[in-house]
């Protein structure tokens, strides 16, 4: 990372691209962390992830309104902003890119996108549309910072892999870097999301993780994977949450595991009141 000057807050291209000019002139690497800003500890991680792989790290900040389904929570997503610029410049970002939706998708955008295949199971069977959206702002954003590499975080696999997927389709020499999903200390995976919880909700939330831990280990053990799937199902259903889906895949392309050739990942939705959580975890190869 360079030494720290002060935060620049683009919300252009052009703006972006007249700050970017003079460290790009001087050969340094641009690392981008795309977000949708309310960051967490998980954003954080992401961002030092990125700051120990180039000289100059740029965060970007836009609530996709692309990848939001009917009666999904776009309106009342948070959008800190303040907070959010106090935590990038306590974590010395060179810049931050806040572009306006008209911006990213003026009138006239004629660029959206599909996801493919990988964006058929799991999310993407439940949220029709998503990573066409999710694609289509991805695309248009390396295309606005030209990023050397970004930062992905692995709690959103799916997505992690359909991006991967979409810069090897464009043959785009943009590096995808995966940062290890963060958990708090009681083992919640971290979301913007989990502030939606009540006390009482983010116990009964602790169930998905405890779930998944218990079932990947038993998978390590040999246990068949259909019938661990449906004790998880049970077990999460008790503990009060509606679980959308609770599914072991192979990692590379997102089908279901029919053995226990690695690697595996357990992936699960569920929803907690009206709070919709995702979480996922490896099977451990020992």
């Not at 700050?19 to 992401?46: D, I």
């Not at 990942?265 to 451990?284: E, S």
């Amino acid at each position: 990372m360079a030494e720290q000057e002060k935060l620049v807050i683009a919300h252009s291209a052009a703006q972006l691209k007249a700050a970017a000019r003079s460290w790009r002139e001087a050969g340094q690497r641009l690392a981008l962390v795309p977000t949708m800003g309310a960051l967490h500890g998980a954003h954080m991680a992401l961002i030092e992830r990125a700051q120990g792989l180039a000289e100059r790290t740029m965060v970007s900040i836009f609530v996709n309104p692309k990848q939001f389904g009917p009666g999904e929570d776009f309106e009342k997503y948070p959008r800190p902003q303040e907070q959010d610029l106090r935590l990038l410049r306590q974590a010395a970002v060179d810049l931050v890119f806040m572009p306006s939706i008209e911006q990213m998708f003026p009138p006239d955008f004629a660029s959206d996108l599909k996801a493919g295949p990988l964006a058929e199971p799991l999310c993407g069977r439940h949220r029709p549309g998503h990573f066409d959206g999710v694609v289509t702002l991805v695309a248009e954003l390396f295309r606005q910072t030209e990023p050397d590499l970004a930062v992905f975080g692995e709690k959103d696999f799916q997505q992690l892999q359909i991006i991967r997927r979409l810069v090897e389709s464009e043959n785009s020499p943009i590096e995808i870097v995966a940062a290890p999903l963060v958990r708090d200390p009681d083992g919640l995976a971290v979301s913007s999301r989990n502030a939606y919880l009540s006390d009482k909700q983010r116990r009964q939330a602790l169930n998905l993780s405890g779930t998944l831990s218990m079932l990947s280990a038993r998978a390590a053990e040999g246990q068949p994977l259909r019938e661990l799937e449906r004790v998880g199902m049970a077990a999460l259903g008790k503990a009060g949450l509606e679980v959308e889906y609770l599914e072991f895949r192979r990692e590379h392309d997102l089908e279901l595991a029919e053995n226990l050739l690695r690697p595996l990942r357990l992936f699960a939705a569920a929803r907690v009141g009206p709070t919709r959580l995702i979480d996922n975890m490896p099977v451990p190869t020992a």
